[in-house]
């Protein structure tokens, strides 16, 4: 069975600093990697996806992959409050949307 | 902007009455849709998948005859909580794929009274 694990948390992390927000998948098929953000009483947002080993950047976040590893992360630089929510690590494994797997989220707290 | 809208954002019902909730996909043709329940505080729960011209699959423990799910077009996929109870209230929450990932929609804030 495909599983996403992610620590639920909370993580708590002082403004300004860096949030390392961690995620590990057990398909080894899996392809792709997502990130989601949900505030609390709203539905997930994308944030962004990772496809290949190493670091995509997309202004203050940075996603990691090490496919060996097994193994994906979050980096949000400049932490504000405003990032307070609960993040969703999601693998792609192909064949369509039943390829999709959630993880269960951790739940970042950005102190003023 | 959006590429999921769902309808309404929130109802309040009558207990024993059905609610319909829309989920649409704008720009795109989705051929399946999923269906989520999120309680307070709680991760999300998968209810269904729904594929476009054929039944919804349920997960286990969902009632299907409680939870009607229709993916009548590419871009429009319903579902309808029938005799609704105050255990039903949640917030309900449908995504759709788009061949390479999965955006949201806003989700619904049910309220049985």
């Known amino acids: 069975q495909k599983e996403v694990e992610q620590n639920s948390g909370p993580l708590s992390v002082p403004e300004g600093a860096i949030a390392s927000l961690n995620c590990t998948y057990s398909?080894?098929?899996?392809?792709?990697f997502f990130w989601y953000r949900q505030y609390s009483g709203k539905s997930p947002e994308l944030i962004m996806f990772?496809?290949?080993?190493g670091d995509k950047e997309d202004g203050r976040f940075t996603a990691q992959l090490n496919k060996a590893s097994q193994y994906v992360s979050l980096l949000i630089r400049d932490s504000q409050p405003s990032d307070s929510a609960t993040y969703l690590c999601?693998?792609?494994?192909?064949?369509?949307?039943?390829?999709?797997?959630f993880g269960k989220g951790t739940h970042l707290i950005i102190q003023p | 902007g959006a590429v999921v809208s769902q309808h309404p954002s929130w109802v309040i019902c009558k207990s024993g009455t059905s609610v319909k909730i829309e989920c649409r996909s704008l720009?795109?043709?989705?051929?399946?849709m999923f269906w989520y329940r999120q309680f307070p505080k709680q991760s999300l729960m998968l209810m269904a998948t729904?594929?476009?011209?054929?039944?919804?699959?349920?997960e286990q423990g969902v009632e299907k005859d409680k939870f009607l799910i229709n993916h009548a077009s590419l871009t429009l996929s319903t579902l309808t909580v029938t005799s609704a109870h105050p255990e039903d209230s949640s917030f309900y929450i449908c995504?759709?794929?788009?061949?390479?990932?999965?955006?949201f929609g806003e989700g619904s804030w049910l309220t049985v009274v």
């Open positions: 990772i496809y290949s080993n």
């Open positions: 999601a693998a792609y494994s192909g064949g369509g949307a039943d390829g999709l797997t």
């Open positions: 995504s759709a794929y788009t061949g390479n990932t999965i955006y």
């Open positions: 720009d795109f043709q989705a051929t399946t």
């Open positions: 729904s594929n476009e011209g054929s039944k919804a699959t349920y």
């Open positions: 398909d080894r098929g899996s392809q792709s």
